[in-house]
C-alpha cells in the first residue's frame, strides 16, 4: 500500500517498508528507521526524512495502513498510540 503526503515543498511517499521524500533530490529511509527516530531510538535518517517523520507517522495511524506491515514495525507503532 502507498500513502503519499503532500507539502508546498515537496512530496512524500511510503511504499511497503520504504519514505521517500522528493525536495529538489530524491532520498529514502526504510520505515522501521523513520519509526525508531519518532520514538526517540537511535536511528539512522537523512534530514529530510527526519523532517516528515512525525507528520508520516502520525498518517499510518490515522489511517492504520499498516495493516499488511511487518510486525516488528506494527508493534512499534501500537506501543506509540496505546
Do not use: W
Not at 45 to 69: G, K, Y
Amino acid at each position: 500500500m502507498k500513502v503519499r503526503l503532500g507539502y508546498p515543498d515537496r512530496v512524500v511517499e511510503v511504499d511497503g517498508d520504504t519514505v521517500r521524500v522528493f525536495k529538489g533530490r530524491l532520498v529514502s529511509a526504510p520505515l522501521r528507521e523513520v519509526v525508531r527516530y519518532y520514538r526517540g531510538e537511535d536511528a539512522i535518517l537523512p534530514p529530510l526524512v527526519r523532517e516528515v517523520s512525525r507528520d508520516v507517522v502520525a498518517a499510518l495511524l490515522r489511517t492504520r495502513a499498516l495493516q499488511n506491515e511487518q510486525p516488528a514495525v506494527i508493534q512499534a507503532l501500537h506501543g506509540i498510540s496505546g
